[in-house]
């Protein structure tokens, strides 16, 4: 799944949280994106699946490629 699909499903969700991870997204800050999604209640696999999306998220905002959240690709 991507990281843009899977956020998509996360901004549908009455959370809270919602507003905040959208806000993260728009403003390409994958480290307070990461901040959020440590506190919602996924299992041990699912954490690490997110984190390597937003790792991936990371490098393509370091290599200078601009916004990588679709770009994130599937896993």
């Known amino acids: 799944m991507s990281l843009l699909r ?11 949280i919602r507003e905040h991870l959208e806000a993260a997204v728009e403003h390409d800050d994958p480290a307070e994106a990461r901040r ?5 209640p996924f299992t041990d696999e699912q954490h690490r699946n997110v984190e390597q999306l937003l790792d ?3 490098r393509t905002l370091e290599s200078g490629a601009g916004s990588s959240v679709g770009r994130a690709g599937d896993f």
Not at 6 to 16: H, I, K, N
Not at 36 to 40: C, E, G, H, I, Y
């Open 6 to 16: 899977w956020l998509r499903r996360q901004l549908q969700q009455p959370t809270p």
């Open 36 to 40: 959020l999604v440590a506190r919602m």
């Open 56 to 58: 991936a998220w990371e």
